[in-house]
């Protein structure tokens, strides 16, 4: 690779200067916007939009770009007129669309590569959701950092991630791809992903750029049909939807990515309330907006656009600065000015935000950083493994475990791994999977396997989840006739002391485009188990999947239940660990399972009713067929000790404005081995200028405990904590009462009250 070059034409040597890749400049902020300013002084309307252009690397950059499109897309690459691509992957392409780029452009200003790293990029860590359910930050930030690591080592400099969307609804699909539920967790998560992803520095070439996605609302679509329109109004967008957004803004993301959905009529993309007003207006934030996937020309499909070229005027003047894979800039965007209909200095202000994070990230001083063979040769695999093992088995939740059925007894001598999902090593990597080798996963058989119990383990399939192809493009088509396997379970599992029952969602079950109507166990799965059950009572229900499921029957009949998510690489390893009793689970439900789909949307920080303690209202609206409330609760989660929370104390029971007080707790393990317990912090505003939800988590603790050992935990409650958006549109703690709770889930909690005073 050639080491020396110069990187800006003859006429900006004097501003700039000619950078090397061993200059070792990093640039003040004074410095890069004097050097923005520079390059965009110099740039023709036409190399201005293209910077604003994004495309799908759709062709082998490492060959010719035969087809009519693609040399389109090649030539105007030559001319500096795209100024970012996505799915080019490997340092050989990348270098080779940068050198298309820097060696044959006037301005010759790098290109940005992109990519949907979600949870890992070729080792692959749990699904975001069930990350999320460790409530361990620093593993959080690890994986992201471990993500970014191994993204950059071939050539991907930009991430489409964290999605940072509230997720109410188990049948969006996306669930997965988040989150969860609450506002609060989800801003933790996301400022700890992006300092995992960006580290310290941009310009460390370790690092990548990280976007917040996606903006706004995308979670909350109606009925969970991705896509869809979301009906939210100004009192849940601030304080519910915006707020990990806010985070993620004033943790310096370098970009933002804005949603598909129309909120009050409003696509999100074309929403200059969201983009101009609140995000670079009230918040100042200094990175620029891509677009999703081709969202500005969906505008057209909404009713709110004519065409690419109204589509592209809508678009600019919201405040989206960069089209990816959308035609819409390309083809609009200079007519509009031309025309008078756009000023230009609108396109600068986009091209200003998109050069600004191109010198952030040390473009300038290498277009080539990203491109480092010997890094690329470097990389850790092996120690990478054991960490997505380690996040991995924080990650399961023990939802049930009757009679202490785990862990696994040394009088077990025999063991039946049964169910479509128990040597299956493709679906724990979950959807969004970067580039983890298909099959690569450790499957439960296998982690079983390589637990070295003192037990014969048998296998049966039971039953098949699905047949045919299966991909991100095509769900699997599931199975619901082919019952021949479940003979051959039901003996296997008649002969067992235990049996470990698999079952859940495929990989390609959730995600991006696969709402569901129906949450439960698909196909054959509930009936396998009813089958086994009549044979074998002690069965270990271990569940694989992307999003809430609905399992009433099996929480009412199985004595042991654990949630274990698509946990990646290491996920046969990672359950075995929890299974076996190496690791007492510590993970804490992010998202409510509900009783029936009926239920949904389902979240614990509802507002209350007018009747909450009517007879016929029992505590909040409710239906007649089935128990009110969920399953399982946000912030559930057992252990294989148990964990006792003594009185709650307040150091006052006065706040007043400007200082704070501290709620102690001592929590103790009064059981007998060491463990874990997320200690969970809740508030509820008594009376406010808008009806405040019933409970709102605003803190929590992980702390590890031996056995017979108390901790008093402490938390520090202050005017920030009580602030919410209200009645006069601001954000502001109101005087008044309120209850503290804490506890160990969203439900079992110690309540105390205090009084602010301003």
């Known amino acids: 690779m050639r080491k020396n070059f110069i990187i800006v034409s003859s006429f900006l040597l004097g501003t700039m200067g000619a950078i090397s890749q061993n200059s070792g400049i990093k640039s003040s902020v004074q410095n890069v916007e004097t050097k923005v300013d520079s390059v965009l002084n110099l740039m023709t309307l036409e190399e201005k939009v293209g910077q604003m252009v994004q495309y799908n690397g759709s062709w082998d950059l490492t060959g010719p770009a035969s087809e009519v499109g693609n040399k389109e897309k090649e030539d105007r690459l030559k001319k500096g007129l795209v100024g970012s691509m996505l799915n080019v992957l490997s340092i050989e392409a990348t270098e080779k669309a940068q050198r298309l780029n820097m060696e044959n452009s006037r301005m010759k200003i790098p290109l940005m590569f992109g990519y949907d790293v979600i949870h890992g990029y070729k080792t692959i860590f749990p699904v975001p959701l069930g990350e999320t359910a460790s409530w361990d930050l620093e593993a959080a930030k690890e994986s992201a950092r471990i993500a970014a690591l191994e993204s950059v080592a071939e050539g991907v400099n930009w991430t489409f991630s964290p999605m940072i969307d509230i997720s109410r609804d188990a049948r969006w699909g996306r669930i997965m791809e988040g989150s969860g539920e609450d506002t609060y967790l989800t801003s933790k998560i996301a400022v700890a992903k992006i300092k995992g992803y960006q580290g310290e520095d941009l310009s460390d070439a370790k690092t990548i750029a990280a976007t917040a996605k996606h903006f706004a609302g995308y979670g909350l679509a109606e009925a969970g049909r991705d896509y869809n329109a979301v009906h939210i109004g100004k009192n849940e967008l601030h304080n519910a939807v915006l707020p990990p957004f806010k985070a993620a803004a004033d943790a310096g993301v370098a970009t933002f990515m804005n949603s598909f959905n129309t909120i009050d009529g409003i696509p999100a993309t074309g929403s200059e309330r969201l983009q101009r007003e609140i995000l670079k207006g009230a918040w100042d934030w200094q990175g620029f907006v891509v677009s999703d996937w081709g969202s500005i020309s969906e505008m057209i499909p909404h009713g709110f656009a004519r065409d690419k070229v109204h589509a592209a005027e809508i678009a600019a003047k919201a405040g989206s600065d960069m089209d990816m894979e959308g035609g819409a800039y390309e083809a609009g965007l200079e007519q509009l000015v031309e025309e008078g209909k756009i000023d230009e200095s609108i396109i600068d202000e986009a091209v200003r935000r998109i050069l600004r994070v191109k010198f952030k990230m040390g473009l300038f001083d290498d277009p080539y950083r990203y491109m480092d063979a010997e890094l690329a040769a470097s990389v850790p695999f092996e120690d990478h493994k054991n ?143 009813k089958e086994i059950r009549e044979v074998n009572k002690n069965i270990v229900l271990v569940l694989i999947n992307g999003r809430p499921l609905e399992i009433t029957w099996s929480s009412e009949n199985i004595p042991a239940i654990v949630e274990a998510w698509q946990l990646g690489s290491e996920s046969g390893n990672a359950i075995a660990d929890v299974l076996t009793g190496k690791y007492n689970p510590s993970g804490k439900l992010p998202v409510s399972f509900p009783r029936a789909v009926g239920q949904e949307p389902l979240y614990y920080n509802r507002m209350n009713t ?113 602030e919410f958006f209200n009645a006069s549109d601001k954000w502001e703690a109101e005087e008044g009462e309120f209850e503290l709770m804490v506890g160990g889930n969203s439900e079992d909690l110690k309540t105390i009250k205090f009084n602010y005073v301003k």
């Open 387 to 529: 960490t997505a093992r380690d996040i991995a088995k924080k990650s399961i939740v023990l939802l049930k475990n009757e009679n202490d059925l785990l862990p696994i007894k040394s009088s077990v001598k025999k063991i039946a791994v049964i169910g479509p999902l128990a040597d299956d090593k493709d679906t724990p990597i979950g959807n969004w999977r970067a580039q983890g080798e298909t099959n690569s996963a450790v499957s439960v058989l296998e982690g079983l396997k390589n637990a070295d119990l003192d037990a014969e383990i048998t296998y049966s399939k039971g039953v098949t989840l699905g047949e045919g192809e299966r991909s991100f493009l095509m769900p699997l088509k599931i199975n619901e006739t082919d019952r021949s396997g479940i003979p051959d379970a039901v003996a296997k599992a008649k002969e067992a002391d235990l049996v470990v029952m698999a079952l859940g969602e495929d990989a390609f079950q959730s995600g991006e485009g696969r709402s569901q109507a129906n949450i439960g166990l698909a196909g054959l799965q509930l009936e396998l188990l």
């Open 610 to 722: 007018g009747r909450p303690s009517n007879d016929l209202h029992v505590t909040y609206s409710h239906y007649t067929d089935i128990e009110n409330g969920p399953l399982f609760p946000f912030g559930f989660g057992l252990s294989y000790t148990t964990f006792d929370y003594g009185d709650v104390e307040l150091s006052s029971k006065e706040l007043q404005a400007g200082e704070g007080i501290t709620l102690s707790v001592p929590l103790t393990n009064s059981g007998d081995i060491k463990g874990k317990e997320v200690v969970q912090l809740y508030i509820h505003d008594l009376v406010a200028s808008v009806a405040r939800p019933i409970k709102e988590l605003k803190g929590f603790e992980l702390v590890e405990l031996a056995p017979g050992e108390t901790k008093n935990v402490e938390f520090t409650i202050d005017e920030k904590m009580l």
